[in-house]
């Protein structure tokens, strides 16, 4: 079941891409390696574009989708890229046009059985999904026991086990 929209990034959309990681460019040309063709790319929950320009370098077209209008309006201008506003449920785009879908750090959003019904419904047959996330969380010093312990925000659990949790 799809729950309806909440666009948590909106007040911030100017100034995300200010405090988002870079990705590394060899991570691109990796991705360029797993078509055979680079026609196309669905940059899927792009945000305000942060892996869709650095795939423009790669591919002749990439269509960078997202939920919220206000990253899209937020997002870089670039002669390859074509920003939409769309769920990753539902693209837009038409079927089995597309060489290679990504998703960078987004996908704990999605509703997933739609979504992979859309990639499978977009994806040329020889086509490619790209999925990646962050790498695990490491504070050192005070950061590290705010982390841990919830600090100042009331939220500590006692003494900190040096690992951070979920609960």
Not at 54 to 77: K, M
Not at 98 to 122: G, I, K, S
Request: some cysteine; charged content about 20%.
């Amino acid at each position: 079941m799809t729950q309806p929209f909440a666009d948590h990034f909106a007040p911030v959309a100017a100034s995300y891409a200010d405090f988002r990681p870079t990705y590394p460019r060899e991570l691109f040309a990796w991705l360029a390696t797993l078509t055979p063709r680079r026609d196309l790319a669905w940059d899927c929950a792009a945000g305000s574009g942060q892996a869709s320009v650095d795939l423009a370098g790669y591919f002749a077209q990439v269509v960078a989708t997202d939920a919220s209008r206000a990253q899209i309006d937020a997002a870089v201008p670039h002669p390859r890229i074509d920003y939409r506003v769309a769920p990753a449920e539902a693209s837009g785009l038409a079927a089995a046009s597309v060489d290679l879908v990504t998703v960078a750090q987004a996908l704990h959003w999605f509703d997933l059985p739609a979504f992979y019904a859309e990639v499978r419904r977009v994806l040329r047959p020889d086509g490619a999904l790209a999925v990646w996330s962050y790498g695990v969380l490491a504070v050192e010093g005070k950061a590290r026991v705010l982390c841990t312990t919830g600090g100042a925000h009331g939220r500590g659990r006692g003494k900190s086990s040096g690992r951070l949790s979920s609960r």
